[in-house]
């Protein structure tokens, strides 16, 4: 489900991280958490009186050390603009108004959705006059916050949670939702043309949420497939840092309405940081997964293909249990098997298991021995249970919940893999006590 986005946009050091970091702490009901293979925490899901939505902290992003601050802050504002529900712009009540915070107030009041202005630094109710000077800003009714003591913080999370738009699951649970994800210039499009033309069976192009690109819904041997294509990608400025920000958004918006991702790499160019980064957010959202090699064609050599496969293994190590296709959308190679998988991979995403086979591999998990221990305890399993599909998911009745260990968790999602496959699915495994 795709949960409404607030972007937290503003100068450098007016304590954008720090808000976002307190209106997280400011309550307990943290749904999930990313962070990317290379950077701090970009975004978080959060909730806050009933309702659960998705916070963008823009000040981890580098738009480029080539620009001016107010070129980078205007972008900033921009994307914020272009892809958020609520903007909560910061500004230093310490300081006052500076000319950058004017150049984004400007294109702020220009924006349809709600702008909520955020006044930082009021660390006492005695200096509570100073958000007087940016009612000039023009942007209505600044709100008197302190990041780093929490004061006004439950009051600015009130008025964002009056202000999100209601969410609305309007996808038909039997269509297999597709989303096509990766870099730009991965061939995204290429592959969605490429689909349709193979199958030229369109049933109807229809809006997705908000501000995303055209899902494409079409009909193959009875089975009704809805794409979410991001690559409108393209379409955005070419500056790499705002692509790159702007890919970010757009994955995750296409992730959480998904139930499989497709994975686009480019081939001839080989898996890198970011198609890594990308991967970890379908996994980490509970998306199936795919990886697509795509332009297969140019890999001309069996010793370029031997490279490229081995630095997958590498960098995509976590996503083992996910198919991995070589395909050419210019030429059509691999169209066909790569939906054969998506079909296999979604009969795999809803596949349950009975209680009474899972139980029978605890006991062969017990006859094997290899129970973690600490302080004269052992753990020990009673018995499990499959509780969810899409993703799936498991829960081990124990005696010691505390005593599980990562790499007990792995073990066990191994044994589960050995006996059932679940190709190209994350497992969701959690254990509880047995007493309670």
Same mark, same amino acid.
């Given at each position: 489900?795709?949960?409404?986005?607030? @972007?937290?946009?503003?100068?450098?050091?007016?304590?954008?991280?720090?808000?976002?970091?307190?209106?997280?702490?400011?309550?307990?009901?943290?749904?999930?958490?990313?962070?990317?293979?290379?950077?701090?925490?970009?975004?978080?899901?959060?909730?806050?009186?009933?309702?659960?939505?998705?916070?963008?902290?823009?000040?981890?992003?580098?738009?480029?050390?080539?620009?001016?601050?107010?070129?980078?802050?205007?972008?900033?504002?921009?994307?914020?603009?272009?892809? @958020?529900?609520?903007?909560?712009?910061?500004?230093?009540?310490?300081?006052?108004?500076?000319?950058?915070?004017?150049?984004?107030?400007?294109?702020?009041?220009?924006?349809?959705?709600?702008?909520?202005?955020?006044?930082?630094?009021?660390?006492?109710?005695?200096?509570?006059?100073?958000?007087?000077?940016?009612?000039?800003?023009?942007?209505?009714?600044?709100?008197?916050?302190?990041?780093?003591?929490?004061?006004?913080?439950?009051?600015?999370?009130?008025?964002?949670?009056?202000?999100?738009?209601?969410?609305?699951?309007?996808?038909?649970? +039997? +269509?297999?939702?597709?989303?096509?994800?990766?870099?730009?210039?991965?061939?995204?499009?290429?592959?969605?043309?490429?689909?349709?033309?193979?199958?030229?069976?369109?049933? *109807?192009?229809?809006?997705?949420?908000?501000?995303?690109?055209?899902?494409?819904?079409? +009909?193959?041997?009875?089975?009704?497939?809805?794409?979410?294509?991001?690559?409108?990608?393209?379409?955005?400025?070419?500056?790499?840092?705002?692509? +790159?920000?702007?890919?970010?958004?757009?994955?995750?918006?296409?992730?959480?309405?998904?139930?499989?991702?497709?994975?686009?790499?480019? @081939?001839?160019?080989?898996? *890198?940081?970011?198609?890594?980064?990308?991967?970890?957010?379908?996994?980490?959202?509970?998306?199936?997964?795919?990886?697509?090699?795509?332009?297969?064609?140019?890999?001309?050599?069996?010793?370029?293909?031997?490279?490229?496969?081995?630095?997958?293994?590498?960098?995509?190590?976590?996503?083992?249990?996910?198919?991995?296709?070589?395909?050419?959308?210019?030429?059509?190679?691999?169209?066909?098997?790569?939906?054969?998988?998506?079909?296999?991979?979604?009969?795999?995403?809803?596949?349950?298991?009975?209680?009474?086979?899972?139980?029978?591999?605890?006991?062969?998990?017990?006859?094997?021995?290899?129970?973690?221990?600490?302080?004269?305890?052992?753990?020990?399993?009673?018995?499990? @249970?499959?509780?969810?599909?899409?993703?799936?998911?498991?829960?081990?009745?124990?005696?010691?919940?505390?005593?599980?260990?990562?790499?007990?968790?792995?073990?066990?999602?191994?044994?589960?893999?050995?006996?059932?496959?679940?190709?190209?699915?994350?497992?969701?495994?959690?254990?509880?006590?047995?007493?309670?």
């Amino acid at each position: 489900m795709t949960y409404p986005l607030v @972007a937290v946009v503003g100068r450098p050091n007016v304590g954008k991280s720090t808000l976002v970091n307190r209106m997280v702490a400011s309550q307990q009901a943290i749904v999930h958490e990313i962070a990317g293979v290379t950077r701090d925490r970009n975004y978080v899901d959060t909730e806050w009186n009933g309702k659960t939505f998705t916070i963008i902290d823009t000040g981890g992003i580098d738009f480029g050390a080539d620009k001016t601050m107010g070129q980078q802050i205007t972008r900033q504002a921009m994307l914020a603009i272009e892809e @958020a529900d609520v903007v909560i712009f910061v500004v230093d009540g310490s300081v006052g108004i500076t000319a950058e915070d004017e150049m984004v107030a400007k294109i702020l009041r220009k924006a349809e959705n709600p702008v909520i202005l955020a006044v930082n630094k009021i660390d006492d109710t005695t200096h509570e006059s100073a958000i007087y000077p940016f009612y000039k800003l023009g942007l209505g009714e600044p709100r008197a916050v302190s990041a780093i003591h929490g004061l006004g913080v439950g009051d600015l999370l009130d008025v964002v949670a009056s202000l999100l738009p209601e969410v609305k699951k309007v996808e038909n649970t +039997e +269509e297999i939702k597709v989303a096509i994800v990766g870099k730009p210039n991965v061939g995204k499009s290429s592959l969605l043309n490429r689909f349709l033309g193979e199958e030229r069976v369109i049933v *109807s192009e229809v809006p997705g949420t908000t501000r995303d690109a055209i899902d494409t819904v079409f +009909e193959k041997d009875g089975l009704t497939y809805r794409f979410i294509d991001t690559a409108g990608l393209r379409k955005q400025p070419k500056i790499k840092e705002d692509i +790159e920000y702007f890919s970010f958004i757009r994955a995750i918006r296409a992730l959480d309405r998904a139930d499989i991702a497709l994975i686009v790499i480019d @081939a001839n160019e080989g898996p *890198s940081a970011q198609d890594q980064k990308i991967a970890s957010f379908a996994e980490e959202r509970g998306c199936a997964s795919i990886i697509v090699l795509n332009k297969w064609d140019l890999i001309e050599s069996k010793e370029k293909a031997n490279r490229v496969e081995e630095a997958l293994e590498t960098k995509m190590r976590f996503l083992r249990y996910s198919p991995k296709l070589q395909v050419s959308a210019k030429t059509g190679r691999g169209i066909a098997k790569l939906f054969l998988s998506i079909k296999e991979v979604m009969k795999e995403y809803d596949k349950r298991v009975s209680t009474s086979s899972l139980n029978d591999l605890v006991l062969k998990i017990k006859a094997e021995g290899f129970q973690p221990s600490k302080g004269g305890r052992t753990l020990k399993i009673s018995y499990a @249970a499959q509780i969810g599909t899409r993703p799936p998911a498991f829960v081990f009745f124990v005696n010691h919940p505390q005593l599980v260990t990562p790499s007990y968790t792995r073990y066990l999602e191994n044994k589960i893999r050995e006996t059932y496959q679940f190709t190209g699915c994350p497992l969701n495994i959690h254990f509880r006590s047995k007493y309670r």
